[in-house]
């Protein structure tokens, strides 16, 4: 079992930055990949940013140039910086851990943009 808890989420103003962490514990040998994602009131859960065990990264062309996916092994964190935050960047945000036998979430954070 994976157990996932993310953090940093919280109200920024239009062009502000945040930083969101996501603590990994357990069985974290068998993660491959790990993904941020969002969902906003109203819409579908969406994949923001991904990176896979070897360094690989992707990002929703929504952000792209603004948002940076990276971990930090010796803390066992995944951190999700964002900056030139958008109002429509407002959401609740997940991490999510995959691999063969793993797909963990975990319970979300909120993040609010203001015009």
């Known amino acids: 079992q994976v157990q996932l808890v993310e953090s940093g989420g919280g109200l920024v103003p239009a062009g502000g930055s945040l930083t969101l962490s996501c603590v990994v514990s357990?069985?974290?040998?068998?993660?491959?990949?790990m993904d941020w994602y969002r969902q906003a009131p109203g819409s579908q859960r969406e994949m923001v940013a991904t990176?896979?065990?070897?360094?690989?990264?992707n990002y929703a062309d929504s952000v792209k140039g603004r948002f940076t996916i990276s971990r930090d092994n010796a803390k066992n964190t995944v951190l999700l910086q964002m900056n030139s935050l958008k109002p429509e960047d407002t959401a609740v945000y997940y991490c999510?851990?995959?691999?063969?036998?793993?797909?963990?979430w975990g319970q979300g954070t909120q993040v609010t943009v203001s015009s």
């Open positions: 999510n851990m995959r691999g063969p036998v793993t797909d963990s």
């Open positions: 357990g069985s974290t040998s068998r993660i491959t990949t």
């Open positions: 990176l896979t065990r070897g360094g690989i990264t």
